[in-house]
Nanobody, 121 residues
Framework: VQLQASGGGMVQAGGSLRLSCEAS????????MEWFRQAPGSEREFVAA???????YYADSVKGRFTVSRDNGKKTVYVQMTSLKPVDTAVYFC????????????????WGKGTLVTVSS
């Protein structure tokens, strides 16, 4: 499975962005899809996940502001980010796992290249 994330950019605090991650190869609907992010000088951290059936799970830091969704027909997972803050500045990565939802990197089977989100104050 190959994953390609897109949609990053620069936005002012309070603004919104939608990231997309398109999959190719494999059976997209078989995978839990997740988003992680890595801020400058920090470890990569879990952001959000969506199961094969559409169950969603969020990091506390983004709950209520980010919404993850998937379109199995388009083999694409999205994260709609609203009320963005400067602390949301990071490279955002999508990942796929055949295991259950996990906030850890270890169970991820596939990773996309990141897309940079910069939130200015």
């Amino acid at each position: 499975v190959q994953l390609q994330a897109s949609g990053g950019g620069m936005v002012q605090a309070g603004g919104s962005l939608r990231l997309s991650c398109e999959a190719s190869g494999g059976t997209f609907s078989n995978y839990v899809m997740e988003w992680f992010r890595q801020a400058p000088g920090s470890e990569r951290e879990f952001v959000a996940a969506i199961s094969q059936s559409g169950y969603t799970y969020y990091a506390d830091s983004v709950k209520g502001r980010f919404t993850v969704s998937r379109d199995n027909g388009k083999k694409t997972v999205y994260v709609q980010m609203t009320s963005l803050k400067p602390v949301d500045t990071a490279v955002y990565f999508c990942a796929a796992t055949a295991a259950g939802i996990s906030t850890a990197e270890g169970p991820m089977n596939y990773w996309g290249k990141g897309t940079l989100v910069t939130v200015s104050s």
